[in-house]
């Protein structure tokens, strides 16, 4: 079957999900050769560790030129193994490049060692703060963006001074042998990255496989597989899952902005992107002008097998039928196709899907759809789209369009990430932190706390005078006591 990764032989072969083209094979790993990996970068992150942030800022600063100079090829391979048109591959490559970048560039001002304020009560200690790395940081990636996803815990964990042992989708593992063997010209001395393939036991053995911290993207009930293995032995995980995004519509949008970002956000990557807008909510005042406009710029979207389509083929088989089940149950119970309908899957292809007038408790509308599919619904309010908005159990992220009150309205939206008059844009600034609530899981990639989650603070008190009010020690008296007492009451109480 197109797309379908298989086991042969001990190897992992990967295919064209359009074509069934055969794209790459790579040895499947053991639990054993993981093991081995992570042995073999506990030396290597001690090593990368040393070098400095000086020193590992060039090299990832040199990767970036590396992959810059590349990006034609890299981004051939993604659309051969993934099946996403050629310009969202060229697309994926640029705003990968910009976080690398940021990652090497910001490391020591964010995790370097800097001096804490002491204490007016005991200002005898004086306080000293650093993120020291995990040692070993295990990563577990997608296939929809093979490179910009994986490599926000790639880049962010090596710029903090970790090695990383990385299991990419089985999906797409080409991409990621692709760029693990750039990575090697740039840092030829230690394997600092390195890459086992497999299915999902090859994941659950990285988890268990003595790694210092895991980095998940994936499903959420895989999330919660991760999740448990890794609770075996308290290996602490960042988790980013799916979403079921939503894009608010307000009275005073300018409506055809908000149709084309609409339609975007929800058909890029034939709708598999995780911040993928799956439900639109326009106010009611709107609604109409909305929906013309967006139908007429969907009925232009080209989709097939070609890589210069718009639309694309679905890259998982089985995500196929999810698509097809949930179409016929928002049909069934008294949903509307205004484009596309019972017959959109069409083998590897989905046409893009409008539906309308679709029950909020349908699977359309609760569930993760992952394809070129979106829901449009009239609302009377804003409560009332914040509200709906709200009422599916994922919160990663979530778009607002409105003249004067998007800042207001994104704000209470239950989400990790919001764009205002815009789709997606907070993937896109390297500086915003990225990730979830609720059932889209924990932690994030990007930005200063990015980084920040592949360090462990590491906090130092020092003794620099000695203690006017002695407190910390039995040689403590009721007059020191005392005094301390009467220095708390004047600073705290009042």
Not at 99 to 104: R, T
Not at 272 to 293: D, M, N, T, W
Not at 352 to 375: K, N, Q, R
Request: glycine share 12%; hydrophobic share 45%.
């Amino acid at each position: 079957m197109p797309g379908a990764s298989r086991v042969a032989d001990g190897r992992l072969i990967s295919t064209n999900p359009a074509t069934g083209e055969e794209v790459g094979a790579f040895p499947v790993a053991s639990a054993e050769d993981v093991a081995a990996a992570v042995r073999t970068a506990r030396e290597a992150g001690a090593w990368w560790e040393s070098l400095g942030f000086p020193e590992r800022k060039r090299r990832l600063l040199r990767f970036r030129a590396l992959l810059t100079r590349r990006i034609p090829e890299l981004a051939a391979l993604m659309t051969a193994e993934g099946g996403k048109p050629r310009i969202d591959s060229t697309l994926e490559t640029f705003v990968t490049i910009e976080h690398i970048a940021w990652a090497a560039r910001h490391a020591r001002k964010v995790l370097g060692p800097r001096r804490v304020g002491g204490s007016l009560l005991q200002p005898e200690f004086a306080g000293r703060l650093e993120y020291r790395p995990y040692g070993v940081v295990g990563v577990i990636g997608p296939w929809n963006y093979p490179l910009f996803t994986p490599m926000g815990s790639i880049a962010y964990a090596l710029a903090a001074g970790n090695a990383v042992v990385f299991k990419p989708s089985e999906y797409t593992p080409a991409v990621g042998q692709w760029y693990v063997d750039l990575f090697r010209e740039v840092v030829p001395e230690q394997p600092v990255l390195q890459i086992v393939h497999g299915l999902g036991d090859v994941g659950a053995a990285l988890c268990r496989s003595g790694v210092d911290k895991v980095a998940f993207t994936g499903s959420t009930a895989t999330g919660k597989k991760v999740m448990a293995a890794c609770a075996e032995n308290l290996v602490p995980v960042l988790v980013e899952c799916g979403g079921k995004d939503a894009l608010i519509v307000d009275a005073d949008a300018d409506v055809k902005a908000a149709a084309d970002a609409a339609l975007w956000g929800a058909m890029t990557n034939a709708g598999q992107s995780c911040v993928g807008i799956e439900r639109v909510y326009v106010h009611e005042k709107v609604y109409e002008p909305f929906l013309k406009a967006l139908v007429g710029d969907a009925e232009k979207l080209t989709y097939g097998t070609d890589p210069g389509e718009d639309v694309g083929p679905i890259t998982m088989p089985g995500q196929r039928e999810i698509i097809r089940r949930h179409i016929d149950d928002a049909l069934a119970r008294g949903g509307t196709a205004v484009l596309g309908g019972p017959d959109s899957v069409r083998g590897p292809v989905v046409r893009p899907t409008i539906l309308v007038d679709v029950p909020e408790d349908s699977a359309a509308v609760c569930e993760e759809t992952f394809g070129p599919t979106m829901t449009v619904a009239k609302v009377a309010s804003m409560d009332e789209a914040v509200a709906k908005a709200n009422a599916v159990p994922y919160g990663l992220g979530g778009a607002v369009f409105s003249k004067h009150n998007g800042l207001k309205i994104a704000r209470r939206l239950r989400a990790g990430m919001v764009a205002v008059n815009s789709t997606f844009s907070f993937a896109v600034l390297p500086e915003l932190p990225f990730g979830g609530v609720g059932q889209s899981g924990f932690g994030r990639i990007h930005g200063a706390d990015g980084l920040r989650e592949f360090g462990r603070a590491s906090s130092i008190a020092r003794r620099r005078l000695p203690s006017v009010v002695p407190l910390l020690t039995f040689r403590r008296t009721e007059k020191s006591v005392a005094l301390g007492h009467k220095i708390v009451r004047i600073m705290h109480g009042r």
